[in-house]
């Protein structure tokens, strides 16, 4: 039985999924403050960085790259985006929570 080719939205579909359980396991372990703070920010700077790069894809995408008929394209385009920008919003809310002070917090202290 040949193997379903997996449209480029779908793909997209599937790394924003990941991308999630990325976050998901990353904001628990910061929650039980698992490992250091420097590891978790690391983490974080993954997770953003293939959040955004998720998001360049999803934004060059369009119904023309996909290999069959897709319903409702466009809507399903639409979700994804607000997914990755709610992964952003909280990745970008997490790494201020976790980034080490800057050189003015140190002098005042």
Known sequence: MPLKRRGPLQLVQREVD???KQLDSLLEDVRRRA??????????QEVQLSAEKTQRTLMKLTKADEPAPVGN???RKQVEETRLEDILKRVNGLSLELSPPGPALLQGQ
């Not at 490992?35 to 974080?44: H, P, S, V, Y």
């Open 18 to 20: 990941e991308l999630k």
């Open 73 to 75: 394209y466009e809507q």
């Open 35 to 44: 490992g250091t703070t420097d590891q978790a920010f690391q983490r974080c």
